[in-house]
């Protein structure tokens, strides 16, 4: 099983339509959970923390289940600018040393 | 000026040739990582560093080497390049604070390898 496994996608949704992202991750160590946000041929960015309780910037919301080892982000009223790849990463102990994981990330495209 | 900086930024090299990319960061982080992505494939870790006396391998390191010269500099080699290292590769940092350790990435080296 893959550390850090994400929706495939791609999404493909209409301006203001509401998109959500799964992730999974095998390891019950990790510590700390991220969602990154790629733009084609650039570096992702962090895009938001994800904190146990869940929490929301904006039209943006992310949920961790640590029982389930799932992390979700549910983006709200989607604008052309959201169309990217976004990167579900955790940071934990164990074979990953202390480091970052990344998904493969999930493709949105968001059509006028 | 960007945090993390990577040069070169695209570099075109040869089968069997040497090629070092370097990545400089002025964010004060003791951690410094090289990744590299391939479309499907996502972000894998090549090697990281703690700090200037703690390297480590990662994901797919075989190929590759890397020297962390100062606590500022990480510099990734490719010894004999071959052509399925064609790949966009990343620097990144991130401070040592357990939990909440956002990575800042440079922008990239785009390297193929003909």
């Known amino acids: 099983r893959k550390e850090v496994e994400q929706d495939p996608g791609p999404f493909n949704v209409p301006e203001g339509a509401t998109v959500a992202f799964n992730c999974t991750y095998s390891?019950?160590?990790?510590?700390?959970f991220f969602w990154y946000r790629q733009d084609c041929r650039k570096e992702p960015k962090l895009l938001m923390s994800?904190?146990?309780s869940g929490n929301e910037d904006g039209r943006f919301t992310a949920q961790l289940n640590r029982a389930s080892q799932y992390i979700s982000l549910l983006i709200r009223d989607s604008k052309l600018s959201d169309s990217a790849t976004y990167l579900c990463?955790?940071?934990?102990?164990?074979?990953?040393?202390?480091?970052?994981?990344f998904g493969k990330g999930t493709k949105l495209s968001v059509k006028p | 000026d960007a945090d993390v900086t990577q040069t070169p930024r695209n570099r075109i090299t040869k089968t069997g040739k040497r090629i070092m990319l370097e990545c400089s960061q002025t964010k004060g982080h003791d951690r410094m990582y090289w990744y590299r992505q391939d479309p499907g494939l996502g972000l894998r870790l090549i090697y990281y560093s703690f700090d200037v006396k703690d390297i480590n391998k990662g994901e797919i390191s075989d190929g590759y080497s890397v020297s962390r010269q100062a606590q500022a500099k990480f510099s990734l080699s490719l010894e004999s390049a071959i052509p399925n290292q064609t790949a966009l590769y990343f620097c990144?940092?991130?401070?040592?604070?357990?939990?909440?350790?956002?990575?800042?990435f440079g922008q990239g080296t785009r390297l193929t390898v003909v």
């Open positions: 994800v904190y146990s």
């Open positions: 990463v955790v940071w934990g102990y164990g074979g990953s040393q202390g480091n970052l994981i």
């Open positions: 990144a940092t991130s401070d040592s604070g357990l939990g909440r350790t956002e990575a800042f």
């Open positions: 390891n019950s160590a990790s510590q700390s």
